[in-house]
């Protein structure tokens, strides 16, 4: 009876000190598994800037050209308009229409 007592009792020392040992190594590997997603983290909230520094830029790019496309169709409307008025002026008459 009391070889069974002490057997168990060996037993569940030797059980929870394997327990407490694996537990403190594990510990170890979720703070190493933790610092690697923080700098994962880091990485792609870098990359997320990255992104919206370029689509700022792209926007910028867009706004210029729409302003360069409005100065040009001015111009050519104008063109069009002393064109027209130049051959009213040496009078061309209007081309037929295809009614």
Do not use: Y
Request: proline share 1%; hydrophobic share 45%; glycine share 8%.
């Amino acid at each position: 009876m009391h070889v069974d007592l002490l057997s168990s009792g060996i037993n569940a020392l030797v059980v929870g000190g394997v327990g407490l040992l694996l537990a403190w190594l594990a510990k170890g590997q979720f703070e190493t598994i933790k610092a690697a997603f923080e700098t994962i983290d880091r990485r792609f909230e870098a990359i997320d800037r990255r992104f919206e520094a370029i689509e700022t830029r792209i926007d910028r790019l867009e706004e210029r050209l729409e302003a360069r496309m409005d100065t040009f169709q001015a111009s050519l409307d104008g063109m069009r308009s002393d064109l027209t008025q130049v051959a009213l002026a040496v009078g061309a008459r209007p081309r037929a229409t295809n009614r």
